[in-house]
């Protein structure tokens, strides 16, 4: 049954192109494709593998991709009907990680059956390349080493889903009450400048958020026409990271004090106000990933990030501190 997370056509045509009909597993190498008993005809054995699977209870599926990351030649490896068979059949033996090496690896054996000098000192440079990153997933290694149309974005939207979801998993939890961290007190002669502090992080978080998405991606994917820096990009993507888990950290700081009970309701107005940034976060890899993936994409995309009070949250805070301040004073008579 056909799915939207199948792969087209010219996917299939390019990947087996790629592997010169042959299939990627290195301890088989089969030739998938050759004559038929009809001389104007030919047989294809080969396969468009998923790595990570297409469909809910498939072999190695990630719920967290989009349905064009799955469909994208990025997520695809060219193996004879057999191997298809057998990793699909046993993905905890060839989970994905696996299978990427075998597709890099494959297109480095067949390069150097074209060219051996020429693939000899490519795959010197992309090694070298690859470790001024760091830890990337193997897709962003990918979209680094072959930089095909939009790859900016795409790199992007992907680094960012692997930098970013151990923080949208941990602010999860943490909406579920799945975790709890030494709670601190805050005497009520500290609670006005622990408030101020708070605020004052939350205006530097939110300021940060606006830099990042309005300039430094920008300039790290470069003007219209010029190619963006990889490097830039990852770097910019990390920031990203940082700047989400210090919204994390400052909502824990929040639900994680203990305060007088006459400034308990203050404190209440302060939960959930990072993490509406957390959540205003989260749609920007998804925004890019689903916009990028038609290669095709031209014009001009936008996609509106509101960082904003709840409304009326000045006139509560304040309504609320003047009730504190009259608890305060009353039990002191």
Not at 26 to 38: K, L, M, Q, V, Y
Not at 246 to 266: H, M
Not at 284 to 293: M, S, V, W
Request: proline share 4%.
């Amino acid at each position: 049954m056909t799915t939207p997370d199948r792969f087209k056509k010219p996917v299939i045509t390019t990947l087996a192109m790629r592997a010169a009909n042959q299939c990627s597993n290195p301890d088989c190498r089969a030739i998938t494709s050759g004559p038929s008993g009809d001389p104007t005809g030919s047989v294809n054995v080969g396969e468009a593998a998923h790595i990570y699977g297409a469909n809910a209870g498939s072999a190695r599926f990630d719920p967290d991709m989009l349905s064009s990351e799955r469909s994208a030649i990025s997520n695809a490896i060219w193996l004879c009907a057999t191997c298809h068979k057998i990793v699909d059949d046993d993905p905890i033996r060839f989970p994905a990680g696996l299978l990427f090496e075998w597709q890099r690896e494959h297109e480095r054996y067949i390069a150097m059956q074209i060219g051996k000098a020429g693939a000899e000192l490519r795959r010197r440079y992309e090694v070298r390349h690859l470790e001024e990153f760091g830890s990337l997933s193997y897709l962003a290694e990918r979209l680094v080493l072959e930089k095909e149309a939009l790859w900016e974005y795409l790199l992007t939207s992907e680094v960012l889903r692997f930098e970013i979801a151990p923080v949208l998993r941990r602010w999860r939890a943490l909406q579920r009450g799945l975790y709890l961290k030494q709670s601190i007190r805050v005497d009520n002669n500290e609670f006005g400048p622990w408030v101020q502090n708070r605020i004052a992080e939350i205006i530097a978080i939110a300021t940060a958020f606006s830099e990042l998405i309005n300039v430094e991606f920008q300039r790290a994917w470069g003007e219209p026409g010029v190619a963006g820096n990889d490097l830039d990009i990852v770097e910019t993507c990390r920031l990203f990271r940082d700047m989400l888990q210090s919204a994390l950290e400052w909502e824990e700081a929040v639900r994680f004090v203990t305060v007088d009970q006459a400034f308990s309701e203050v404190r209440s107005h302060f939960i959930g106000i990072a993490g509406r940034i957390i959540n205003e976060a989260a749609k920007f890899p998804t925004f890019l990933q689903e916009t990028f993936a038609d290669k095709e994409a031209s014009g001009i995309f936008v996609l509106s990030l509101s960082i904003s009070l709840p409304e009326g949250w000045v006139d509560l805070v304040t309504d609320a501190f003047d009730r504190a301040a009259s608890k305060i004073i009353f039990s002191q008579q």
